[in-house]
């Protein structure tokens, strides 16, 4: 169950919260009507990747494994993992001087605003937009087929959220959306330090849903003192 800032309870508290008169219209304040209308739909909990920034050296391993896995080279009519070129990687290592390394990772938000956004009518059989949650592992993807290349969902992410959607130069498409490769993400399985782990969405971990350039500010102030830092990457 995802939690809102300062909040603590489970997804079985909520639900056991909401069964109890007045108290569900605090529960509901806490969590948001988002977050509480996934606890209340029976959905499986939602998943993201954790960076635990005290560990990650910005050795971009992630986007290395992240692109293999999910840019696959057919080889005599087998598919097998692609070069691994990090510029293709749905996990982006921003890098940031005095020295902070923060992999750029999507926050699986319970409210989706990158969906929300997209001004494509729902299908009339599915209910989706061309921008969507997949049912199977909770991901967001992008219908091509429909998808207008507005550029909306990139928009809402990047003001409210990560940012991590990046629209594709020519078609304005999005692309770079975490897959959670189908549940054992590859970033998290290769990054030699541990840094990464998969692990049930919660909200009021610190630095959730915030884009690197904030995560950067905190941790140099954290660690160097200072405020004043600048992007490399």
Sequence with gaps: MTKEKGGTFTRREFLKGV???????????????????????GESALKMVVVDYNK???????????????????????????????YFANIRVHNFNPDVDVPNVCAMCADTPCATACPV????????????????????????????GCGSCAKACASQRTGVIRPNPETGKPERMCTLCGGDPQCVKRCPFGALSYVEVRRDRK?????????????????????EFGGVK
């Design 56 to 86: 990650c050296t910005g050795c971009r391993t992630c986007e290395t494994a992240c692109s293999a896995r999910n840019r696959p080279a057919s080889v005599a009519g087998r598919e097998l993992p692609g070069l691994g070129n990090p």
């Design 207 to 227: 630095f959730y849903g915030l884009g690197p350039e904030k995560i950067a500010a905190e941790l140099a102030r954290n660690w160097y003192g200072t405020a």
């Design 19 to 41: 069964g109890v008169g007045g108290g569900a219209l605090v529960l509901f304040g806490q969590f948001g009507i988002h977050s509480a209308a996934w606890a209340l739909s």
């Design 121 to 148: 009518d729902p299908d009339p059989k599915t209910g989706r937009r061309a921008f969507y949650r997949d049912q199977t592992n909770h991901a967001m993807r992008n219908d091509t087929a429909r998808c207008i």
